[in-house]
């Protein structure tokens, strides 16, 4: 299971997760707007659930991944 994830190189991880954590750059990251959210407890939408998982989606892989690989040590 996820065998892709050895293909993908770290660099590539990081690179989309910086680029999806900031965007869109304005007039304010998709990830900051969601949290502030949560905080208010506003974020009930599932359309804003998913626009907040899609941004996170190559941090999770990226952890997954670094998990994965500490793991195989």
């Known amino acids: 299971m996820l065998k ?3 293909k ?3 660099s590539t991880l ?3 997760a910086v680029f999806m954590l900031l965007t869109p750059i304005s007039p304010m990251p998709h990830v900051i707007e969601k949290i502030i959210m949560i905080k208010n407890m506003t974020l009930y939408k599932p359309l804003d659930i998913f626009d907040l998982f899609f941004h996170l989606s190559p941090i999770i892989l990226l952890i997954i991944k670094a998990i994965k690989d500490k793991q195989r040590f």
């Open 4 to 6: 892709f994830l050895n």
């Open 8 to 10: 993908l190189s770290y």
């Open 14 to 16: 990081i690179l989309a």
